[in-house]
């Protein structure tokens, strides 16, 4: 069974910082054949993408609304997938959600399987 597990979201002040993290299991191939991505959904919005990152780490995609405050990075030794978040502002307020994907990274929400997610607010 896979699992996804998302964990370190909280309240954090505009122009804070916050570190998400997501580890999985029960994959069928190895971590690294996946590309992962992390999508939020804030209330009452659609689910959107914000960043996606190629199996080996090489290549990356950002939302434009957080491309150069948020960093994708990915450790295969450890089947994690991370976001760090700086410059957080209210309007990234939304439960983040990990994701993955057995093909390329893309920024739809074409992706195989998913955390449960994990809470994000970033107060004014």
């Known amino acids: 069974q896979v699992q996804l597990v998302e964990s370190g979201g909280g309240l954090v002040q505009a122009g804070g910082s916050l570190r998400l993290s997501c580890v999985a299991s029960?994959?069928?191939?190895?971590?690294?054949?996946?590309?992962m991505g992390w999508f939020r959904q804030a209330p009452e919005k659609e689910r959107e993408f914000v960043a996606g990152?190629?199996?080996?780490?090489?290549?990356?995609l950002y939302a434009d609304s957080v491309k150069g405050r948020f960093t994708i990075s990915r450790d295969n030794t450890k089947n994690t997938v991370n976001l760090q978040m700086n410059s957080l502002k209210p309007e990234d307020t939304a439960v983040y959600y990990c994701?993955?994907?057995?093909?390329?990274?893309?920024?739809?929400?074409?992706?195989?399987?998913w955390g449960q997610g994990i809470q994000v607010t970033g107060s004014s």
């Open positions: 029960g994959l069928t191939f190895s971590f690294s054949r996946y590309s």
């Open positions: 994701a993955a994907r057995r093909l390329g990274v893309v920024p739809t929400r074409n992706y195989d399987y």
């Open positions: 990152i190629s199996g080996s780490g090489g290549s990356t």
